[in-house]
T-cell receptor, first 112, second 113 residues
Framework: NAGVTQTPKFRILKIGQSMTLQCTQD?????MYWYRQDPGMGLKLIYY???????DKGEVPNGYNVSRSTTEDFPLRLELAAPSQTSVYFC???????????FGQGTRLTVV | GNSVTQMEGPVTLSEEAFLTINCTYT??????LFWYVQYPGEGLQLLLK?????DKGSNKGFEATYRKETTSFHLEKGSVQVSDSAVYFC????????????FGSGTRLQVQP
């Protein structure tokens, strides 16, 4: 099993550009999450999904969009990149909402 | 809302020293509690967990006890190694609703030889 795979690992964006952070898992997990980690801070929940076709906002959803067309994939879209979105982004998944999620390796994004 | 408060770092220890990282929480109901570890350049890995009051989670020599009366989940290890150098995050999961994790700000541990 590959676990939770995120691509790319690093990316530099210019202000106003858009991009999609990819996340895929091969464990047939129902629950998937996107977090961002800012320096010296804990992780903040951006969006989550409880199954294909179902998504909902977390604590800090502004400036992001998600979709969940399959169980495996949960991409995160940035439409108009801003410097405030410079962060490390983590995708995570779990089979059941009571289980601690498994995390991907992260995507380090810099917006200049 | 839910919140997790951790002691600020960095914590610098010599090898074989005793480690305590404090964690307290605020939550409604009966959350589950976790410690995650993040090694440099990597994602978060679950270190240990406890799902009800008085449970003790343990793994790789680390321990933490779920104390409902003091709303705490302090991480301890009797003898740290250089390889334990990492950032440690305390987190809770709500007992109802979306069950997404709420994280503390993390504590960096540096162990010197």
């Amino acid at each position: 099993n590959a676990g939770v795979t995120q691509t790319p690992k690093f990316r530099i964006l210019k202000i106003g550009q858009s991009m999609t952070l990819q996340c895929t898992q091969d464990m047939n997990h129902n629950y998937m999450y996107w977090y961002r980690q800012d320096p010296g801070m804990g992780l903040k929940l951006i969006y989550y999904s409880v199954g294909a076709g179902i998504t909902d906002k977390g604590e800090v959803p502004n400036g992001y969009n998600v979709s969940r067309s399959t169980t495996e994939d949960f991409p995160l879209r940035l439409e108009l990149a801003a410097p405030s979105q410079t962060s490390v982004y983590f995708c995570a998944s779990s089979y059941d909402r009571g289980q601690p999620p498994l995390f991907g390796q992260g995507t380090r994004l810099t917006v200049v | 809302g839910n919140s997790v408060t951790q002691m600020e770092g960095p914590v610098t220890l010599s090898e074989e020293a005793f480690l305590t990282i404090n964690c307290t929480y605020t939550a409604t109901g009966y959350p589950s509690l976790f410690w995650y570890v993040q090694y440099p350049g990597e994602g978060l890995q679950l270190l240990l967990k406890a799902t009800k009051a008085d449970d003790k989670g343990s793994n790789k020599g680390f321990e933490a006890t779920y104390r409902k009366e003091t709303t705490s989940f302090h991480l301890e290890k009797g003898s740290v190694q250089v390889s334990d150098s990492a950032v440690y995050f305390c987190a809770l999961s709500e007992s109802t609703g979306r069950r997404a994790l709420t994280f503390g700000s993390g504590t960096r541990l540096q162990v010197q030889p």
